[in-house]
């Protein structure tokens, strides 16, 4: 007994070839059966019999198999189906995303913030360094005046 190992990874299969293979499942059947009652009617002209398809080990379908027949012929061959996330994940992505702005958002917006505060202290800082200057000019007039007095 053969041990058939699992693809590595996951083979898709589309309705339309999944209806071919049964399709040509029942043709094969139905040559069998065919086949059957041809043989014991007549033994001396035989047709060969049809052989049963048989998966191959390595779990590859032969092409000759998943030939459309001739309904779907003008119809175009789908190739491997296309993969679509879960909505949830979607989602949640998307949620993500939205978060992670809001989130920006927000930092910006105390930034601007605080870049507002540290700038009116600035300026107050500034105007009081005007004055603590306008005061140390005025004393040292004041010291002037008192040294050239003599007192």
């Keep these: ?17 999944l209806t071919e293979i049964q399709l040509h499942s029942v043709e094969s059947i139905n040559d069998i059966h065919r086949n059957h009652s041809e ?9 060969p019999p049809h052989v049963p398809f048989t998966p191959p080990p390595n779990g590859n379908v032969p092409s000759p198999v998943l030939k ?17 996330p879960p909505r949830i994940l979607i ?5 993500f995303l939205f978060i992670t702005l809001a989130v920006i ?10 870049v507002s505060y540290l700038s009116e202290v600035l300026l107050q800082h500034q105007g009081h360094f005007q004055e603590v200057s306008a ?7 004041l010291e002037r005046n008192l040294n050239s007095t003599g007192h």
């Excluded at 043989?39 to 047709?47: L, N, P």
């Excluded at 989602?91 to 949620?95: E, H, K, R, V």
């Design 105 to 114: 958002l927000f930092v910006v917006v105390k930034q601007a913030i605080t």
């Design 39 to 47: 043989q014991s009617r007549k033994v001396s002209i035989s047709r």
């Design 68 to 84: 459309p027949s001739a309904r779907y012929a003008n119809q175009p061959s789908s190739e491997t189906p296309k993969y679509q």
């Design 1 to 17: 007994m053969l041990k058939q190992c699992p693809p590595s990874h996951p083979v898709f299969i589309s309705d339309r070839d």
């Design 91 to 95: 989602f949640a992505c998307l949620a």
């Design 135 to 141: 005061l140390k000019h005025k004393l040292q007039l």
